[in-house]
């Protein structure tokens, strides 16, 4: 899930908010693939695990429920 957070320099950055349950998972080869395809401010800068990624009924993310 892409999403963003407030940041004190730019005022928010892009990151990516992944489960914990991902061990294989390589941000530098995400980082390249999404340079072909995407703007550099829409590249996610950093991964925040957590533990659980709430969601409705219909499968969407409830924000306001992700604890960082």
Do not use: A
């Not at 928010?12 to 395809?37: A, Q, R, S």
């Not at 829409?42 to 409830?62: A, E, H, S, Y």
Request: net charge positive; aromatic share 8%; with cysteine.
């Amino acid at each position: 899930y892409i999403s963003s957070v407030p940041n004190d320099k730019w005022g928010e950055e892009v990151v990516l908010i992944m489960n914990n349950t991902n061990n294989n998972f390589d941000f530098n080869t995400l980082t390249v693939e999404l340079k072909c395809h995407l703007k550099p401010y829409q590249i996610p800068k950093r991964v925040i695990f957590v533990d659980n990624i709430p969601l409705t009924t219909t499968g969407k993310v409830i924000r306001k429920k992700i604890i960082l």
